[in-house]
């Protein structure tokens, strides 16, 4: 009787074991290459990461060995084994596109999506490209997908970084005021793990809102990353954002409170779970902290706490006389792209090298902490004042707010008032229920009393004035609950600044003339 030899299902895993050593990350089993550079394939895609896969690896090697094709189920029995055999595997941090390094933190890598592996490595100071070591103790090891578009090598700029990045700014329709936060946007997109405020390109039609958006989304995501359309729904989003390194939204005419919800926690930082195709019970993480981009002319009603975690960009018009033609503009973009990039990253470690200052250096913080540390560090590299100008369109942004809320802005005009009729240097104080309060802001609306955006219950009234609550801060108003054993209320207060001499008076003498 002749002896059988081993199947293909036991041939390929044969080959997996001798051509990949095994990870998990959240969970999931990874395969790293023996041989090249530290890409992570994912054991249970079908042809996730450029189009590459653990199966399609195992197929090749098997078809150069035997001149055979193996079947279907011998493949999907090989990829179940070594997904078993992951089980034990240690658990290891994978990255996309942005990575801290293992051993000095201080130090990021950016996987410039190339086949042989290059990464930009940006420390404080200095900046080199190599390939990272495979060892995850000394390395970051990196996953990619179809949104992983290839980056052409920075350049080292000769006479520094700002010729270098000024070149750049040749094709941008910015202002003096506003070219340093398109800088900014484009250097926290090279920090991982932090919070960093949505960029908002916006102007009046024909700025090159879209242009300048895919200007600077294609700096960090590669020459052929584009912008989306809105997403239908929150699942939509939540697949395209851990798709990619960046989230990029185009021409938004409003934003619905479930989107602005959603852009907030991408913004810092969220989790979503999703069921696990092809199982009943188990689920996929999805995990992610995008730099995030949107273009519009208006977006309308903006809520406070996206308002917080926005850096608007305002591009002015482009006369007839400076526009180009969409080729011509292109093909400048692609020839001076490297140039720039070695500017980009030049500055970048630069910015680095004063971060540790800044965390001692910057006194006070606004909501995006890690952002205002890195404008500081950059407006000490540059001489820019670009932290002075982003806090200053922050204070804007809470009137654009308050502008959108009839409730907030209600409150905070019958405040003033009442605040104006106290005696000089005295400061006005109220107390009382929630439904006193309603019928109190309501009187002094005077009209439109009733509508759907206007509460009917002062329990409603109150949950309006929580999401509204820091930006009525910043203008003068605070607000607080109590409660006793028998009631419950609001307590209301001005904390804005209090007249010490009477108006009349003041006005009197500013007015007067000496006999």
């Not at 219950?457 to 109150?462: F, I, P, S």
Request: proline share 7%; glycine share 8%; aromatic share 6%.
């Amino acid at each position: 009787m002749t002896e059988r030899g081993p199947s293909q299902a036991d041939e390929l895993t044969s080959m997996g074991m001798e051509m990949y050593q095994f990870i998990r990350y959240e969970g999931a089993p990874y395969a790293i290459p023996v041989t090249g550079w530290g890409q992570a394939l994912p054991l249970r895609a079908q042809g996730r990461g450029n189009g590459v896969s653990v199966r399609a690896h195992l197929i090749r090697r098997y078809h150069q060995e035997t001149r055979k094709a193996p079947s279907q189920g011998a493949l999907a029995d090989a990829v179940a084994t070594l997904a078993a055999v992951a089980m034990d595997a240690p658990e290891v941090p994978v990255h996309l596109r942005m990575a801290r390094d293992p051993i000095d933190q201080a130090v990021t890598w950016w996987d410039l999506g190339r086949t042989d592996g290059q990464c930009v490595r940006i420390g404080s100071g200095e900046w080199s490209v190599e390939i990272p070591d495979m060892d995850p103790d000394k390395g970051p090891l990196w996953r990619r997908t179809r949104l992983t578009g290839e980056i052409p090598l920075p350049v080292r700029p000769a006479d520094g970084w700002r010729p270098a990045v000024e070149r750049l700014r040749e094709l941008l329709p910015v202002t003096d005021q506003t070219w340093p936060m398109a800088v900014a946007a484009a250097l926290v997109g090279l920090l991982p793990d932090v919070p960093r405020p949505m960029t908002y390109f916006t102007g009046e039609q024909g700025t090159g809102k879209s242009t300048s958006a895919r200007m600077l989304l294609r700096l960090i995501e590669g020459p052929t990353a584009d912008l989306r359309s809105m997403p239908r729904d929150e699942d939509d989003l939540a697949v395209v954002a851990a798709a990619g390194w960046t989230l990029a939204l185009d021409n938004a005419s409003g934003i619905p409170a479930w989107l602005s919800d959603a852009l907030c926690r991408i913004i810092t930082g969220a989790t979503t779970a999703k069921r696990e195709l092809f199982s009943d019970d188990d689920v996929a993480l999805i995990t992610y902290m995008r730099p995030t981009i949107l273009t519009g002319i208006d977006v309308g009603a903006l809520r406070g706490d996206l308002a917080e975690r926005m850096l608007r960009v305002e591009l002015e018009p482009i006369s007839s006389a400076a526009r180009r033609t969409e080729r011509s503009l292109w093909q400048a973009y692609r020839e001076m792209l490297p140039t720039v990039l070695g500017g980009l990253v030049e500055l970048a470690s630069l910015v680095w090298q004063e971060l540790p200052a800044a965390r001692t250096g910057l006194t006070a913080r606004p909501r995006m902490a890690d952002f205002a540390e890195l404008l500081w560090a950059l407006d000490k590299v540059t001489g820019w004042d670009s932290l002075g100008t982003y806090l200053g369109e922050q204070d804007c942004l809470v009137d654009d707010v308050l502008d959108a809320d009839p409730v907030a802005s209600t409150l905070l005009s019958w405040a003033r008032a009442c605040q104006e009729a106290q005696p000089p240097g005295s400061t006005w104080a109220w107390h009382g229920s929630s439904e006193e309060l309603l019928r109190a802001i309501t009187d002094h609306r005077g009209y439109d009393r009733v509508g759907d955006r206007w509460p009917q219950t002062g329990q409603v009234l109150l949950s309006r004035l929580t999401r509204s609550a820091p930006v009525l801060r910043k203008r003068g108003v605070e607000w607080s609950r109590w409660r006793t054993k028998h009631a419950r209320g609001v307590d209301v207060c001005w904390t804005g600044p209090v007249l010490t001499v009477p108006a009349q008076s003041t006005q009197q003498e500013a007015f007067s003339v000496p006999a």
